[in-house]
């Protein structure tokens, strides 16, 4: 036998379907005398007065009490008070049904009047049906009404002599039994529609709760449990309008933390997220209730200081956020000594946004970086001013890119056994149009700061190819290379290597007359990533030199860890040859080093004929500097290409034209 297994319905759903049936009988109760005095007048003078007016006050006596006990109920379910399963309602319920069957008892004592009982069970089946949609949802109302009412009019009904009565009698199971069944469809729709009402009332709770906990979350900072970022700028931007509104001072302080990345990198990230959290807890023990404490991103935090009094209040929070630094940090039981360069920035103006004062304090901060670290230092006025001209340089050289004023110029390399030209390094020359031809230190490092250095770095490469393609057709030696340089950011965040392949197949260049160069300086952030970007250029053919070899503290290391073709022995070294004995015995150990690995080597910055002398004598391969050219144009390069003699053809017009 298949027993199927009935929904279980909640508390909630009982009590719902309870409040329904109770408004249901206050709206029913007031009908119900004016349908009991109808009832009376149509009785007429067939039914004596007094019994009619025993009906019409039964009825009357049962309404109210039914009617006052659901509003009990009701006014007790508004105040949150224990009703349970609220007997006085079902027995009000009761007392109606029973009052509306009193006409079989005390109007129709005869066989006559036929015709008046069946207007009576007329109205009395009308009163029954009301209980199938207004009792619907509690079968035990519904059923205490009916059997209230029903019951004694079937029994009068079938014990009547009086065969039309009797009749009557036999039809009201037949018609309890219709009711019946509607009433159970209407129950079940009604306790569906109650509990799909509270399934969604619960769902709607979780995702409010939920989004609740999202939103909490999406403005919380995962690892200190402080602000982030959107939830920060979202409080400054509010305050900045409250504090402009009020005329008050509000600061805001910058800092991030020195060398933070040396951490990272000796004791791994996990430290470096320990660290984090101990940074955080200590300055937020230093700071007042009302400033706001967040965690920007990476090492990066920001601290909102509202309703200053002064703005050496706010160095006075300041020097006391750079004063938690002084003790040691205890990270995975090691004891770390950590600074902080901070910044500072307060609305003394009252004309800053929200947006202008993080940017002035970040301004700060990062003058507190270059004037040595472990420093607070106060935003200010030729602070500003030097902002905005750093900002109008950006400007200035991102138009420059665009117009193709960043052209690139190239040092010849020379062969030091024969004199003669066999390469060049191409070198970012900007040729602007009031300050003339200006050389990378005036825009390399703002390129590098500004997130341009892709475009610079992409444009130098992209015409260096372009140009060894034209010396090509010119006749020049395969192996003749133009070499670029690839940057810090560059080698780490792009794909160098993808990208010049990419380029060497558009422009039909032979990868052989490409190299690249790239500065201890920007492998040591990321030797791995480096490895794989060399490894890519070489297996396209491209050769691949160390730049600015010795300078960096792990010189011997990267030449065991990267795959390269050459060294390039910086010009620090090369300037003291023959004065400094600890250079000239430097520069003579990596050439010697360079011939046991079997890399080549070039000098670079050689500006003497004494120099160029003992770099021969030592045995460098190859070496470039002001002693035989500056960095010059296409142009240049080209007819001094053609007097030695390495063109087989000479350009013509256009093709100069091209090259400019």
């Known amino acids: 036998m298949v027993h199927i297994r009935r929904a279980v319905v909640s508390e909630r ?107 009576f069970l007329l109205f009395a089946c009308a009163t029954s049906a009301t209980s199938v949609v207004g009792a619907a949802a509690r079968r035990s109302y519904f059923y205490a009404t009916q059997a209230a009412m ?114 990272n990198d ?19 023990g230093v700071l007042r209730e009302t400033d706001v404490l967040a965690r920007l991103g990476g090492d990066e935090f920001t601290v909102f200081l509202d309703r200053l009094g002064d ?45 202008t004062l993080l940017a002035h304090a970040d301004a700060a901060q990062y003058q507190a970086k270059e004037s040595g670290r472990n420093r607070v230092e106060v935003f200010d006025i030729a602070l500003r001013d030097a902002i905005e001209r750093r900002l109008d340089n950006e400007q200035a050289l991102r138009d420059a890119l665009a117009a193709g004023e ?3 110029y190239y040092q010849p390399q020379i062969e030091m056994a024969s004199g003669r030209i066999v390469g060049a390094e191409a070198l970012a020359r900007w040729k602007h149009p009031q300050r003339g031809v200006l050389g990378a230190p005036h825009f390399v490092p703002l390129a590098e700061e500004s997130g341009l250095i892709f475009s610079l770095d992409a444009s130098i490469i992209q015409q260096s190819v372009d140009k060894r393609v034209l010396l ?21 965040r792009g794909e160098p290597a993808d990208q010049l392949a990419a380029l060497l197949r558009r422009s039909g260049c032979d990868a052989q007359g490409i190299g690249i160069e790239i500065t201890e300086t920007a492998v040591l952030p990321d030797v791995q990533a480096a490895h794989h970007q060399i490894g890519l250029a070489r297996q396209l053919g491209v050769e691949c030199a160390l730049d600015d070899f010795g300078t960096g503290h792990s010189s011997l290391t990267l030449l065991r860890e990267l795959s390269i073709d050459k060294v390039k022995i ?13 250079d000239t015995a430097i520069v003579r150990s990596v050439i010697g080093l360079a011939r046991e690995l079997g890399l080549g080597v070039i000098a670079e910055g050689v500006e003497t004929r004494e120099q160029a002398e003992i770099l021969i004598e030592m045995g460098c391969d190859l070496a470039q500097g002001f002693m035989w050219s500056q960095a010059i144009t296409y142009e240049q390069l080209v007819r001094r290409l053609a007097t030695q003699g390495s063109l087989l053809s000479l350009p013509v017009a256009d093709e100069y034209s091209d090259a400019a």
């Open 266 to 284: 000796s004791l791994g990230h996990g430290a470096g997220d320990e660290l984090l959290v101990q940074v955080a807890q200590r300055v937020h």
């Open 13 to 119: 759903v009982k009590l719902a379907c309870l409040d329904s049936v109770n408004r249901a009988i206050m709206r029913s109760t007031l009908l119900g005398i004016p349908g009991a005095a109808v009832l009376a007048a149509i009785l007429g003078e067939s039914v004596p007065f007094a019994n009619r007016v025993a009906f019409v006050a039964a009825v009357s006596a049962a309404d109210i009490f039914a009617f006052v006990a659901s509003w009990i109920y009701l006014r007790r379910r508004k105040r949150g008070l224990p009703v349970g399963n609220w007997s006085p309602g079902i027995v009000g319920a009761m007392l109606v049904g029973f009052a509306w069957a009193l006409p079989v008892f005390i109007a129709f004592p005869d066989t006559q009047h036929v015709e008046l009982r069946a207007v």
């Open 570 to 582: 910086d010009r620090s070294f090369v300037a003291d040859l023959g004065v400094d004995p600890a």
């Open 406 to 408: 960043i052209i690139a």
């Open 150 to 263: 029903l019951l004694p009019i079937t029994v009068v009904f079938l014990f009547s002599t009086e065969r039309v009565t009797n009749l009557l009698g036999y039809a009201i199971p037949i018609y309890f039994a219709s009711m019946s069944s509607l009433h159970h469809d209407a129950h079940r729709i009604v306790v569906s529609e109650l509990t799909l009402r509270e399934s969604n009332d619960i769902a709607n709770a979780a995702l409010v709760e939920a989004n609740a906990t999202l939103t909490e979350l999406a403005l919380r900072d995962d690892l200190t449990g402080f602000a982030n970022r959107t939830a920060f700028i979202d409080h400054l931007d509010r305050a900045v309008a409250v504090a402009r509104r009020d005329r008050s001072i509000i600061g805001l302080l910058y800092f991030d933390l020195d060398r933070f990345k040396v951490v």
């Open 311 to 355: 703005g050496y209040e706010a160095l006075i929070i300041g020097r006391r956020v750079a004063a938690t630094f002084n003790e040691p940090f205890l990270i995975q039981g090691r004891r770390l000594n950590v600074t902080a360069s901070l910044g500072i920035a307060t609305n003394l103006h009252m004309n800053d946004d929200g947006e």
């Open 472 to 492: 090509a057709h010119l006749g020049l030696a395969a192996d003749f290379r133009i070499w670029c340089n690839v940057s810090a950011r560059q080698l780490t």
